[in-house]
């Protein structure tokens, strides 16, 4: 913490912004048991260091991209430390927004209490891009950088946080939020373990029809392996869900076709560009 706040400038954070862990609620894991399934059980949200899953990159471990991210962006102090300690990514949800800060990385998130803002560290853009803009909540002076974001895929366009130390869900956590396609299924089943109070946003569905007209947006491949797991000529997370849990497909070439859904799909609103703008322009 005090490393960042050394490379850190600025007013401090408003204390109404909130940290979302974004994932993939019934990713699972190799033993065959769900990442939520693994929450409840334990009570607590672990790193992709300790999970080996992620619904971003998998290069969590010695050697691996992720490490040396981290390595470089806090002094190497995790270096030698046990994978436990290592942070938990999330992001930054500025404008309250219902589906969470960064839903490029999963349709579910746990949104977490304001305490947590006091032990996160802040950087825009994504480590993956080697950021040069770092903040800590009372030295938050990334919006002017992130002002100065390009005019691209609005996934892309959130404020990545570092939660260092434990999260446990009974202790850090204001809610879950789910996707509705899961009601009445597994996940939330597993989400009533947890001790804190659920929530649903209002859902994710793309029709084919859709995801045909952005064959450019991530190849026209998915758009294949789209139609192919696609129920009743749509998709939600709780389809995709289940196509990765039959396990016939590539799950990074999976996470692609939940791009689309992320992107095309918000049945509240399908303009991102337009809540993003909204608080930080």
């Known amino acids: 913490m005090e490393h960042v706040r050394g490379l850190s400038d600025g007013a401090a954070l408003d204390p109404d912004a909130r940290i979302n862990l974004h994932f993939q609620a019934d990713q699972h894991h190799a033993g065959g048991a769900s990442v939520l399934d693994g929450i409840a059980s334990s009570g607590t949200y672990l790193s992709q260091f300790e999970t080996g899953v992620s619904n971003g ?6 050697g691996g991209d992720r490490f040396a991210w981290e390595q470089r962006m806090f002094a190497s ?20 927004d219902p589906y969470g800060a960064a839903p490029r990385f999963g349709a579910c998130y746990f949104r977490l209490r304001r305490e947590a803002l006091d032990r996160t560290t802040f950087c825009y853009p994504d480590s ?43 202790r850090d956590a204001e809610a879950l939020i789910l996707d509705p396609s899961y009601r009445g299924t597994e996940v939330e089943a597993a989400a009533s373990r ?9 859902g994710y569905r793309v ?9 450019d947006y991530r190849g026209v491949s998915i758009v294949r392996l789209a139609e192919q797991i696609a129920k009743y000529g749509e998709l ?17 070439q999976l996470k692609k076709v939940w791009h689309y859904l992320g992107r095309f799909g918000r049945a509240a609103d399908g303009d991102l560009e337009t809540k993003w703008f909204r608080e930080t322009a």
């Open 207 to 215: 029709g084919l029809a859709v995801i045909r007209d952005h064959p």
């Open 194 to 202: 947890l001790d804190c109070p659920l929530e649903w946003h209002q």
């Open 77 to 96: 102090v995790y270096d030698t430390l046990r994978p436990e300690v290592r942070p938990k990514y999330g992001a930054l949800n500025l404008d309250r």
């Open 57 to 62: 990159g998998l290069t969590a471990h010695p």
């Open 236 to 252: 939600t997370p709780e389809v995709i869900g289940r196509a990765r849990w039959e396990g016939t497909h590539d799950p990074q």
């Open 128 to 170: 993956v891009f080697q950021p040069t803009n770092f903040a800590t909540a009372d030295r938050f002076g990334l919006l002017d950088a992130v002002a100065d974001r390009p005019s691209d895929d609005p996934l892309d366009h959130y404020i990545e946080a570092h939660v260092h130390g434990p999260v446990i869900v009974a």
